[in-house]
């Protein structure tokens, strides 16, 4: 049974009738551009094969009731506990709960029409991996309650009101560009996204190519305090920058070149995370000919050199994700492997060569057992659709 006919049963099954639509929205996984996007850099994500499916009709009464299928739960609210983060016994929501009823808040605070629904859902996303099931959530009902609320919003702006659901009502301070791939993903496509003027665009996946996923199965622990040091490194570089480069507003405003000149001022740890941003900023510049052009192997060079930098520089990789990326690195038919998402943990994301991509995912599974007696999940990857009713 696919997760279409799963959670259309699963909404008869609770509602007692057929839900009016079905909506689906992505997961995603990134290529290049890792920790540049909080210094106004540029991302390059593709939303994958891998989904939120939203099953739901309107409700007949004021009150939204949520069947969360992969946790066996439910929860009911209407917009008035919405402030209070209640359900309509005057509990707390769930935590679960709270991407969807944040999505309700965000929307209304917009003015957005939006009706109270019935609604069951079920994601092949796995959580907390560093593919995006939060935002795959998010986007769901964000375009569930489009449906449902006869407007239209672009896909960015829907995906700024997830950020805001996300930021604001569930408390997580993520970026921008989760809930914009799984909104505004498309077949075959990478999408390079300007986290400063939050412009886009697409550029072609070379033919040919499979993106395989690995997942490390080591969670992140404990790393907030990581991630605040780093950006508050990169802002100690912007800072010190300033005096030699008076116009500099973020690290996205020194290339290079000039990086390079000024570096010596900079204290040893700011001047490698720095060194980190501008060069990987540099390199999602790289990309962009290199994948108008075909040019599979120039591309995957950057993404083995941007493990390296990660690894090196920035200091965010475990041993875990090294050694999936080294095993990767010597397969046959990987044009380029690194970590993906915020590090000491989660996944790697490797360029395959499509003939070859049965083996590899075999090989790397193999190698990695051996080497940390850990057993992977490796997911074969398709650039994809954003949400949409399906
Ligand atoms: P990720 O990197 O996967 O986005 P997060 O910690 O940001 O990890 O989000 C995971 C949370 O999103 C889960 O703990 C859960 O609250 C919610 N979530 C994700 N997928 C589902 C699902 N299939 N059903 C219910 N809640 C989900
Ligand atoms: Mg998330």
Same mark, same amino acid.
């Given at each position: 049974?696919?997760?279409?006919?799963?959670?259309?049963?699963?909404?008869?099954?609770?509602?007692?009738?057929?839900?009016?639509?079905?909506?689906?929205?992505?997961?995603?996984?990134?290529?290049?551009?890792?920790?540049?996007?909080?210094?106004?850099?540029?991302?390059?994500?593709?939303?994958?094969?891998?989904?939120?499916?939203?099953?739901?009709? *309107? $409700?007949?009464?004021?009150?939204?009731?949520? #069947?969360?299928?992969? !946790?066996? +739960?439910?929860? %009911?609210? =209407? /917009?008035?506990?919405?402030?209070?983060?209640?359900?309509?016994?005057?509990?707390?929501? *769930? $935590?679960?709960?709270?991407?969807?009823?944040? #999505?309700?808040?965000? !929307?209304? +605070?917009?003015? %957005?029409? =939006? /009706?109270?629904?019935?609604?069951?859902?079920?994601?092949?996303?796995?959580?907390?991996?560093?593919?995006?099931?939060?935002?795959?959530?998010?986007?769901?009902?964000?375009?569930?309650?489009?449906? %449902?609320?006869?407007?239209?919003?672009?896909?960015?702006?829907?995906?700024?009101?997830?950020?805001?659901?996300?930021?604001?009502?569930?408390?997580?301070?993520?970026?921008?560009?989760?809930?914009?791939?799984?909104?505004?993903?498309?077949?075959?496509?990478?999408?390079?996204?300007?986290?400063?003027?939050?412009?886009?665009?697409?550029?072609?996946?070379?033919?040919?190519?499979?993106?395989?996923?690995?997942?490390?199965?080591?969670?992140?622990?404990?790393?907030?305090?990581?991630?605040?040091?780093?950006?508050?490194?990169?802002?100690?570089?912007?800072?010190?920058?300033?005096?030699?480069?008076?116009?500099?507003?973020?690290?996205?405003?020194?290339?290079?070149?000039?990086?390079?000149?000024?570096?010596?001022?900079?204290?040893?740890?700011?001047?490698?995370?720095?060194?980190?941003?501008?060069?990987?900023?540099?390199?999602?510049?790289?990309?962009?000919?290199?994948?108008?052009?075909?040019?599979?192997?120039?591309?995957?060079?950057?993404?083995?050199?941007?493990?390296?930098?990660?690894?090196?520089?920035?200091?965010?990789?475990?041993?875990?994700?090294?050694?999936?990326?080294?095993?990767?690195?010597?397969?046959?038919?990987?044009?380029?492997?690194?970590?993906?998402?915020?590090?000491?943990?989660?996944?790697?994301?490797?360029?395959?060569?499509?003939?070859?991509?049965?083996?590899?995912?075999?090989?790397?599974?193999?190698?990695?057992?051996?080497?940390?007696?850990?057993?992977?999940?490796?997911?074969?990857?398709?650039?994809?659709?954003?949400?949409?009713?399906?």
């Amino acid at each position: 049974m696919n997760l279409r006919e799963k959670v259309t049963e699963k909404f008869r099954e609770r509602f007692g009738y057929d839900p009016d639509y079905i909506v689906r929205a992505p997961g995603r996984v990134n290529l290049l551009g890792e920790h540049v996007d909080y210094n106004d850099g540029f991302v390059l994500p593709i939303a994958i094969d891998r989904a939120t499916w939203l099953a739901c009709s *309107p $409700s007949q009464t004021p009150q939204t009731t949520l #069947v969360a299928v992969d !946790l066996s +739960e439910e929860t %009911l609210f =209407t /917009p008035e506990t919405l402030s209070a983060k209640t359900d309509t016994a005057g509990r707390s929501l *769930p $935590s679960w709960a709270l991407y969807p009823a944040g #999505v309700m808040w965000a !929307l209304g +605070e917009t003015q %957005l029409n =939006t /009706p109270a629904l019935n609604g069951a859902y079920t994601s092949d996303v796995p959580q907390g991996s560093g593919l995006s099931s939060s935002a795959s959530v998010e986007m769901a009902f964000a375009f569930a309650w489009q449906t %449902l609320g006869g407007w239209f919003l672009p896909p960015m702006e829907r995906a700024l009101l997830g950020q805001k659901a996300e930021n604001q009502y569930v408390g997580v301070n993520c970026g921008i560009m989760d809930q914009f791939a799984s909104a505004c993903g498309e077949e075959n496509r990478l999408l390079l996204l300007d986290c400063r003027s939050l412009e886009w665009r697409t550029l072609p996946l070379p033919k040919n190519t499979a993106i395989v996923i690995a997942d490390t199965t080591k969670r992140r622990t404990l790393t907030s305090g990581e991630y605040n040091s780093r950006r508050a490194d990169c802002e100690e570089a912007v800072r010190l920058l300033k005096k030699f480069v008076p116009d500099i507003k973020s690290l996205r405003d020194v290339n290079l070149e000039t990086f390079n000149q000024f570096a010596s001022h900079l204290p040893e740890q700011v001047h490698k995370r720095a060194r980190h941003v501008v060069e990987e900023i540099e390199r999602t510049q790289l990309s962009i000919p290199f994948l108008e052009n075909g040019h599979i192997q120039q591309f995957g060079r950057l993404l083995n050199e941007c493990h390296d930098s990660l690894r090196n520089l920035y200091e965010v990789s475990i041993s875990e994700l090294d050694v999936m990326v080294q095993v990767a690195q010597s397969l046959p038919g990987c044009y380029g492997a690194r970590l993906t998402g915020a590090g000491f943990g989660g996944c790697t994301v490797n360029l395959v060569s499509i003939e070859k991509v049965e083996d590899f995912a075999n090989r790397l599974s193999a190698g990695y057992e051996a080497k940390t007696g850990l057993h992977p999940e490796i997911y074969i990857c398709q650039a994809s659709p954003g949400a949409t009713l399906s």
